[in-house]
């Protein structure tokens, strides 16, 4: 059984910096890609950022110099650090990968349960 769990989110004033943390546990053998996506109210859940097991990395365009997505290799973890936070950034933040699990052949995509991020103006 393979699981995300997210941690890191809350309340901040715009201009207030967040980090999130999601760690991958369970039987796993591989990891390929971990990152991030939000969903805010109304809104379809859409990319944040996302880094490759190779360190590409893909980041949208409203949140380029803003957050950054490392990884921890090792500790099967990827983080969003975010800075400069606006209202409009107000939203659940899910953790997303790909993921093979030990003794199984091909990647399957996982989802965290979700952590929820508000932003005051």
């Known amino acids: 059984q393979v699981q995300l769990v997210e941690s890191g989110g809350g309340l901040v004033q715009a201009g207030g910096s967040l980090r999130l943390s999601c760690a991958a546990s369970?039987?796993?053998?591989?990891?390929?890609?971990m990152g991030w996506y939000r969903q805010a109210p109304g809104n379809q859940r859409e990319l944040v950022a996302s880094i490759t097991t190779g360190g590409i990395t893909n980041v949208a365009d409203s949140v380029k110099g803003r957050f950054t997505a490392s990884r921890d290799y090792a500790k099967n973890t990827v983080y969003l650090e975010m800075n400069s936070l606006k209202p409009e950034d107000t939203a659940v933040y899910y953790c997303?990968?790909?993921?093979?699990?030990?003794?199984?052949?091909?990647?399957?995509?996982?989802w965290g349960q979700g952590t929820q991020v508000t932003v005051s103006s």
């Open positions: 369970g039987q796993i053998f591989s990891i390929h890609a």
């Open positions: 997303n990968a790909d993921i093979r699990g030990l003794g199984l052949p091909l990647f399957h995509n996982y």
